[in-house]
């Protein structure tokens, strides 16, 4: 089951300065686990907080939370968190917290000391600046090697291009465009670079014209030496901020 990867990297973003967090596959989609305890994941397009039963009800009643029923179940201490809600990185951050301040609760796993962040995967110069946290556009693609500066580049310009009251920002180590929310965001890993839709629904309604690319929930993977044809960016640019509300 695929989850949406640009919400994973904000998350990775948020937690990259803890010595503490992993990933693990879990329920179809990906989690990120605190001192070996699962604090957070991502299912398709929802955010999934663990937050404990003391929290539950409370949380439960917030905008866009809803009991998480991966089994037809209910499961009490979680809860799902839709992508709605999580377009601030404010709103993104507090609930990502929730479900850290349990998992802090909790007696750390012997088999968790030591671990690293989740960024292993990305180049070498990126992780440097990661841990620096670009605050910029410019900052997060200057870290890159000269292929993947170069495509990111060209279709930064597109995107600038396709929404020009569009505003650029780094959300939590992802380089990303807002308008009314979050619209698109792209980044780079070690073998591909990533174009961002930040929505499920985009791609499904494209899904002919991705025919050939690899994608994912909200995600087009494509090689720096093949980018993504600049007249597809445009149309799906112009989708988002039809999605968005203009």
Not at 34 to 54: A, C, E, F, N, Y
Not at 157 to 165: D, G, V, Y
Not at 168 to 191: D, P, T, W
Request: aromatic share 6%; glycine share 8%.
């Amino acid at each position: 089951m695929a989850y949406d990867e640009g919400l994973a990297e904000r998350i990775r973003g948020i937690l990259a300065d803890r010595p503490d967090v992993s990933e693990k596959k879990m329920f179809g989609g990906i989690a990120f686990m605190v001192r070996g305890h699962m604090s957070v994941g991502i299912v398709k397009d929802d955010l999934m907080v663990r937050v404990g039963p003391d929290m539950h009800e409370h949380l439960i009643r917030q905008s866009h939370a809803r009991p998480m029923d991966f089994t037809g179940k209910p499961m009490k201490g979680f809860l799902y968190v839709d992508s709605a809600g999580l377009e601030a990185d404010a709103d993104l951050e507090r609930w990502v917290g929730h479900g850290l301040q349990y998992a802090l609760s909790l007696p750390a796993k012997a088999s968790s000391r030591g671990r690293r962040p989740p960024i292993k995967a990305l180049p070498k110069k990126q992780r440097h600046a990661m841990r620096g946290r670009p605050k910029t556009i410019d900052e997060y693609v200057a870290a890159l090697s000269p292929d993947k500066r170069a495509a990111l580049q060209r279709l930064r310009k597109i995107i600038r291009a396709a929404a020009p009251k569009a505003e650029e920002c780094i959300s939590y180590g992802l380089a990303a465009f807002r308008q009314n929310g979050m619209l698109v965001g792209f980044g780079a890993a070690a073998k591909h670079c990533a174009f961002y839709l930040m929505s499920s629904s985009t791609i499904a309604a494209h899904k002919d014209e991705l025919r050939g690319y690899d994608t994912s929930k909200g995600t087009i993977r494509f090689s720096p030496d093949k980018p993504l044809p600049a007249a597809l960016v445009r149309k799906l640019v112009k989708a988002r901020i039809a999605e968005n509300g203009g």
